[in-house]
Every structure is written in C-alpha cells, then in structure tokens.
C-alpha cells in the first residue's frame, strides 16, 4: 500500500509531466511551444519565489545556481526533480550553495507553471557550462 507523500509525490510528478509537455509542434529551431499563460503565471510565481536565490534571470545568485546551467537540462535534470526540489528541499550534490529547503504555500498548478517558465526560458537563452 502506498503511503499518503508516495501518492502526493506521484500526483505532483503526474501533473508536473502532463503541465509542462509540448502544447503545440515545435518550430524550426525545435522549440517546444508551451502555453503562453501557463509560462506568464510561472514568470510571475518565479519572481516572487525563486528569483531571489536562482536570480531573476535564470543566471543564479550568490544564494543559489543558475537554471541555465547545463545542470538543469531536462535530461539531467527532468521536470519531475524541480517538483521535489520544491516539496522536499535538495541537499547539495553540485553546488557548494548549501542546502534549499522546501518552499511552503505552492500549489501542484504553481510548481508546474514555475518549470514551464523555466524551461521556457531554457529554450530560449540555452545552457551555461557546468561547472561554471
């Protein structure tokens, strides 16, 4: 039997992987197109709740690392890991940051919109080198 954070982990991940998929064809330069609002919320969610560690451009802080960096590609990195990140916290395993704790008062639609404007900006901006 599942325990009750099993199922909220699972529901986070299912609605994470479901938001931030393609929502249209990608263009030539391989783009997935994302839903404008969903990406403009998670801009919004981002400033207010992110920024002041991973910096308001993407590019990191003194406080917390740069979202661009190569780190954070999905295939390392997956849409799912931001989502845990958010819920559980992380303990530094690239970063000399020191640990993130968990972010309190952030709905399942928030942390999906919060990765879709991520990544978003990911694909346009690119990836840093890591280590930096």
Request: proline content about 6%; glycine content about 10%.
């Amino acid at each position: 039997m599942r325990s009750a954070s099993m199922t909220s982990v699972i529901s986070v991940l299912a609605l994470v992987l479901s938001a931030c998929g393609a929502s249209g064809s990608a263009d030539d330069a391989g783009v997935e197109v994302r839903d404008a609002e969903l990406v403009a919320v998670g801009a919004e969610l981002y400033a207010k709740e992110c920024a002041v560690c991973h910096g308001a451009d993407l590019r990191g802080t003194v406080s917390g690392p740069s979202h661009l960096s190569e780190v954070y590609e999905p295939g390392h990195h997956g849409d799912a890991a931001f989502a845990l990140a958010v819920r559980r916290g992380v303990q530094p395993h690239h970063w000399s940051f020191g640990a993130m704790p968990p972010i309190e008062g952030l709905s399942n639609a928030d942390v999906a919109a919060i990765v879709a404007f991520v990544r978003d900006v990911q694909d346009r901006e690119g990836f840093e080198p890591y280590p930096p």
